[in-house]
């Protein structure tokens, strides 16, 4: 069973920096994509930023050049480095694995989701 953690919010002022991140356990040796989704209050979740298992990462347009997701060769968490934060970056920050289904016998799941990690930045 996939379990997910994740953890690294807080609150910081306009301009501030701060890393969360996503354990994953269950996928033993099979490939997953992390995704990262925010959700601020009275708004829809919106995708922030994805890495896939070999690494290639993509951005949603308003983190670009601020945020950095990363994986450490071999490691189960996935990082995301927030910089310059802004008060719209406000909001519940969800971590989201895809399980691929490779190599096999892996099989593709629905996605997971975590429990969320607030982050909150006042001007």
């Known amino acids: 069973q996939v379990q997910l953690v994740e953890s690294g919010g807080g609150s910081v002022q306009t301009g501030g920096s701060l890393r969360v991140s996503c354990a994953a356990s269950g996928y033993g040796t099979c490939w997953y994509r992390v995704s990262w989704y925010r959700e601020a209050p009275g708004k829809e979740r919106e995708f922030v930023s994805q890495i896939e298992p070999d690494g290639t990462t993509r951005y949603a347009d308003f983190v670009k050049g601020r945020f950095a997701i990363s994986r450490e060769n071999g490691e189960s968490t996935v990082y995301l480095q927030m910089n310059n934060l802004q008060p719209e970056d406000t909001g519940m920050y969800f971590c989201?694995?895809?399980?691929?289904?490779?190599?096999?016998?892996?099989?593709?799941?629905?996605?997971?989701w975590g429990q969320g990690t607030q982050v909150s930045v006042s001007s």
């Open positions: 989201k694995t895809k399980g691929l289904g490779t190599p096999p016998p892996c099989l593709a799941d629905l996605g997971v």
